[in-house]
Each structure stands twice: as C-alpha cells, then as structure tokens.
C-alpha cells in the first residue's frame, strides 16, 4: 500500500509526511561534471547496496533504469511523488530503486548521486526519518560518502549542504485559502527557516489548496531539530485549519454543503474537466468528507481520485497519448467511471 490508499494521523490535513536526504559518493564527480560511465559506476554501486534488500518487513527494492520505463510511467512515478521531475528529465543515466510498499525510493544520478526519500500518509515525520536513515545508513555500509568534518554532507546545490535533509509536509488547506490567510502564514514560517510550495514541489502551484510545507536550511542544525521544528509548526498549522474548516462551515451553512455536493455532483457526472477545475473539485470534495458530509467515502477513496485524475493517471487509464480537449474528456470519463466503482464497492460492503 502506498499513502495514496493507506490512512495517517491528522489525515484530514495532512496527506503525506515525508523525508528525503541528498547524498554523493567520495571520488566521483558530482552529476553536472561526470561522464556517462561515471553515472553507470554510481547506478550498478547504488543498486548493489539495495537491490533485493528489505526496505522495512515484507518490504523490497526493484531496481529500474528511468530509460527502461515508459513516458507515461515516469510521469505516473511524478504524479504519486514517488519520483521527482529532474530525475526525468536525466532519463538516460538516472535510476530508480523503489520498495515494493512504494514507501522509499532513492533517486539515483538526480542534482546529486543519490537522492532518497520515505513518504507517508497523514503526519508521520518523524516515523519517515527513522526508516529513511536506515536505509541510508545501509547504502553507507557500502559506499563512502562524500563529507566534511565542518560543513557535513557535500551536495551539489549549496543549498543541501549539511544535513542534506528536506523534510515536507503536504497539506490540504481550504479554508486557510478562502479564508485569505495562507500569506500571513507563509510570511510567518519564512521567519524560522521554513518555506511553502505547490503540489509538485519547487516551481509548482498550489493546485487544490495543497501546499508543501518543507524546511529552508540544512546546515547547522540537525536533522531531529530540523524535523522538530517543521512538526511543530505544521502543527500549528492544522489547527488552524480546522478551526477556519468549522467557522467556514458555521458562518456559511448551506452554501457550505452546497459547494460539497456541487463539486461531487460535477465529479460523478461532467463530460469534460480541466485539471485546474478538476484540482478545484477535488479540493471541495476532500474537505466534505473530511467534515463528515459525503458518507461512505473516506480521505484515501478521495487521494485515489486526485491521482487517477492527472494526466499520466488518464494517459494509462485510456492506454492513449492525449492532451488538450480529448485529455480534458477522458480525465471526465475516468473519474465518473472512477466514482461509479467507488459506489459500486461501498454498496457491496453494505450488503456483505
């Protein structure tokens, strides 16, 4: 099970927790110098250290060459944040080891040689780190790493130098957005070291109302107190939210519901969806169901539809390459087939 399907703590707010560390291999070129065969050198060492390995119980990594696997799976790997962008991008001398739980992954021949993540639903950072350093203290078993005594781990963006850690929260907040409070928070939190981007990290936006909440700094502190302080002020922040979701609620009543079921409505049965109004539908249904008003659908049915939705997810759903009008129809038919399974399902549960 992934997080898309799996629960977590303060999932109403929060989809995934996650961890990733930037690391280099001693004597080997960083990725913006090295020749192809340095980059075959860092995958086959990388892959030796994990491959077959448990990453936690019942748990394995398979080992992939991004060149080996299809457009639309590399996008798939994007879309479910299993995998970033760049390492697309560089499909040619970039790998990927990915455990069977889709949990952890390490990025091979990324910005750095390895860049390895955990990521899991609801609020778990600290749970996230545990099982990432012990996967990074099993790659170190084998490989020495490229460190220094005063400046930690060498990576090659500045910007990672130290701990070499990005620690993220992904969280839906809705009623902080209507409610035009996210820039004072945003402004806030860029004051303690902490800094918000949209739903596919660096560049993206803030589709859906989701955010990622994610640490600046990765050299002086370290990694427990870099978490510390993420987890305290993601805290913060989902209180907040929940307090703006309930005085939403309370001050605009049936206009509150209205807008619910009006976006469930157009889910189950719009002809053609954009993936900006797609985003904005989702993020009215998610907080809905997160206050108790679609019965029988829960957080993660919801997640599984805001995956199946982006444009890889309809690619491989339709088994076609599509885009512009024709991308916008199959997205429609994929999630109202998508919704009719979900009721399908529930009313079997109901009768068993």
């Known amino acids: 099970m992934s997080w898309i399907n799996e ?9 995934t927790s996650r961890i990733r560390i930037a690391r280099n291999i001693a004597a080997v070129p960083f990725p913006s110098i090295m020749q192809p065969h340095h980059a075959a050198e860092v995958a086959e060492k990388v892959k030796k250290s994990l491959y077959n390995k448990k990453a936690e119980a019942g748990s394995t990594f398979a080992f ?69 350093n012990r996967v990074d203290d099993m790659i170190e078993a084998d490989l020495e790493y490229a460190f220094h005594e005063q400046l930690g781990y060498l990576t090659c963006c500045p910007t990672n130098v130290g701990t070499g850690m ?5 969280m839906h907040l809705p009623a902080l957005t209507v409610n035009k409070q996210m820039n004072a928070i945003l402004h806030t939190i860029s004051k303690i070291g902490l800094t918000a981007r949209g739903i596919y990290g660096e560049g993206s936006e803030a589709a859906g109302s989701i955010y990622q909440i994610s640490n600046q700094i990765t050299l002086g502190p370290s990694e427990e107190e870099l978490i510390n302080n993420l987890t305290i002020t993601c805290r913060q922040i989902i209180e907040k939210e929940r307090i703006a979701r309930k005085a939403l609620h309370k001050t605009t009543g049936i206009q509150f519901d209205d807008a619910v079921w009006r976006a469930y409505g157009v889910l189950r049965n719009a002809r053609t969806l954009d993936i900006k109004e797609f985003m904005a539908y989702i993020s009215q249904l998610r907080l809905g169901v997160s206050m108790g008003l679609i019965p029988g659908f829960s957080l993660e049915d919801v997640d599984s539809l805001m995956t199946a939705g982006q444009p890889a997810g309809v690619m491989k759903k339709t088994g076609q390459i599509i885009q512009g009008r024709d991308i916008d129809e199959a997205r429609a038919t994929v999630i109202r087939d998508a919704v009719d399974e979900l009721l399908e399902s529930r009313k079997n549960r109901k009768e068993g």
């Not at 629960?7 to 989809?15: E, I, N, Q, T």
């Not at 457009?71 to 994007?78: D, F, G, P």
């Not at 990005?166 to 992904?170: D, E, G, N, T």
Request: charged share 25%.
């Open 7 to 15: 629960s977590g703590p303060a999932r109403d707010v929060v989809l």
């Open 64 to 132: 992939m060459y991004i060149r080996d696997v299809p457009a639309v799976e590399r996008q798939i790997l994007v879309e479910k944040h299993l995998a970033s962008q760049d390492l697309m991008e560089s499909y040619e001398t970039s790998a990927l080891l990915l455990d069977s739980k889709e949990k952890i992954a390490v990025m091979i021949n990324e910005e750095d040689h390895i860049r390895m993540q955990c990521i899991l639903p609801g609020f778990q950072l600290n749970q996230a780190w545990e099982k990432l």
């Open 166 to 170: 990005r620690s993220s929260v992904m």
